[in-house]
């Protein structure tokens, strides 16, 4: 089947995926459907365009398979809420953790052609696919990639656990700490502090945005002179309790109030952080249950 052919499966396989996603609610379902959705939809990377959401209408070349949530665009919705609320054109977004871009796409489109976004992704495979999803969509001018790990020190080389079958779950493998779901092999990627990449020069954020599996305290660490002089805004997804219990005192010493909203499950759960002094608009979306981590 040719790659137009193989796009038509993939749309014409919507209604029986919405299917599928329901059985696999259902108790002892759950298997069967999985590998129904995996005869639905293509076995290859595909081009599609993100159906819903901040990127509604980008395009992006995703395994279906694995991937569909991409597709969709449904994913992460209270993180898409707070980041149309805060992105206005001309922002600078750090997007530390990028993936392949289901968010810097739509992120990048929002700051304009005045703004920009940095995507900084240490996965090469990843980052491989984010500048071609980022070239198809023609968004060079505002969307650059540095192929690199945020840490709280700068190296050459530290390791980083590759995610696995689901790609976005890698992370930095340093120092006891090691991504939540990262299966796949070590590799050796470079690291650098958010302060370290501001000093040679790296545009100053308006917002900064981390998903980077267990690790986000250490970029917060990495980048103390920059949230203690430009006090950019925070939104974080903050996988486990350890990370939270560190976070919280980092946040009251730099003077940064914040709001946690969790699932019931507690993690991951979503932080959106700001300057004790800031004066501008409640910028996060809270479409959910709020609870103190």
Known sequence: MNLNGLICRAYLGIREVKMVQILRRIPGVKR????????????????????SGMSQGM???LNLQDEARLWRGDHEPTLQG?????????????????????IALGVARLVGPNGLVVAFEADRRNAEALRDNRDRNHLTGTLRIVSSAVWSYSSNGISFRSGGEKRAHGGVEMDGQRPVLGSGPLIEVPAVTLDDFVAKGGPLPHLVKIDVEGGEYDVLRGGDRLFSTQRPLIAAEVHHKQA???????????????????????FPCCLFAWPETYKGSVWMWTGGMDQTV
């Open 32 to 51: 069967p459907a999985k590998r129904l959705l995996r005869v639905l939809l293509p076995s290859e990377p595909v081009w599609v365009q993100v159906r």
């Open 244 to 266: 939270a219990n560190r976070i919280g005192p980092w946040l009251i010493e730099h003077q940064y109030s914040s709001r946690w909203i969790a699932p019931v499950e507690k």
């Open 82 to 102: 707070a980041l149309r609320a805060a992105v206005l054109p001309g922002t600078v977004v750090y997007d530390i953790g990028a993936h392949m871009g289901s």
């Open 59 to 61: 395009w992006m070349r």
